[in-house]
């Protein structure tokens, strides 16, 4: 993606004056297919931006993103909202429907979706990968923090997404849920060959990605990767041989 400038107005000083700030300002960022990449920074830094922007929640004021071969910018909003359906979402602030079961929320998005196969059974089947194939039927009310947070990344996986956005996915969780959710963040995304954008405010989840961008003011300042050629080949390959989902 060529980011040219992003801005957002926000509320200044008191009662009715806002003013308009940069969210993002001459960044150029370039992700292989299959890579999985941590967006670091601090809070204002621009990470949830350059996310909407990858996920067509949002447009650039100038210049292009460009995600599989789709530039969101020229994208009318009934082919944005097909488009996301092409993505996963895991964010620390995904909301799950209190009155469903962990096997019902996964597989719930599926239901609006002309689909090959059987939900309940994928939803089964990934409750199973993330280590929840007994809680299935458990109200979201009685399953902890950390489970919630891995329903949340069975569901962001249901249909095979191309794209996995994770918005600071373990804020919130304690250090052990963090690790988990983390690894199996990782471990399915990996083996399903998906491009994974991580944003975190935390240096220590960061460099749990092979390659961490970060950002300050709305620009980047580093970008530091440690793939080696083989790892993205296998990535790149897994990408290439995935099934494509029904849109």
Not at 22 to 41: E, F, K, Y
Not at 165 to 176: C, F, H, M, S
Not at 182 to 207: C, E, F, N
Request: aromatic share 4%; proline share 4%; net charge positive.
């Amino acid at each position: 993606m060529r980011l040219y400038r992003v801005t957002r107005r926000r509320p200044r000083g008191r009662g009715r004056h806002a003013g308009t700030v940069t969210a993002l300002d001459d960044v150029t960022l370039s992700v292989p297919a299959g890579q999985a990449v941590a967006l670091a920074g601090p809070s204002g830094s621009g990470k949830s931006t350059l996310l909407r922007l990858a996920s067509a929640q949002d447009r650039p004021d100038a210049g292009s993103v460009i995600v599989d071969g789709v530039r969101i910018e020229s994208l009318t909003s009934r082919q944005a909202t097909r488009f996301r359906r092409r993505i996963g979402v895991v964010s620390h602030d995904s909301r799950l429907m209190s009155a469903l079961t962990a096997a019902e929320n996964v597989m719930f998005p599926l239901l609006y979706q002309r689909v090959s196969f059987d939900p309940y059974e994928r939803a089964l089947r990934l409750l199973d990968a993330v280590g929840l194939a007994e809680r299935a039927s458990v109200e979201v009310p009685d399953l902890s923090g950390g489970e919630q947070q891995r329903v949340v990344l069975a569901r962001a996986l249901a249909n095979r997404p191309r794209l996995v956005i994770a918005d600071e996915p373990v804020a919130g969780l304690d250090q052990r849920a963090a690790t988990e959710v983390l690894d199996l963040l990782k471990r399915m995304t990996g083996t399903y060959g998906m491009t994974l954008l991580l944003s975190t405010t935390d240096d220590a989840v960061a460099a749990r990605c092979p390659r961490v961008v970060r950002l300050r003011d709305g620009a980047v300042v580093d970008d530091f990767s440690a793939d080696t050629g083989e790892a993205a080949r296998e990535a790149a390959r897994r990408w290439i041989e995935r099934s494509a989902p029904v849109l």
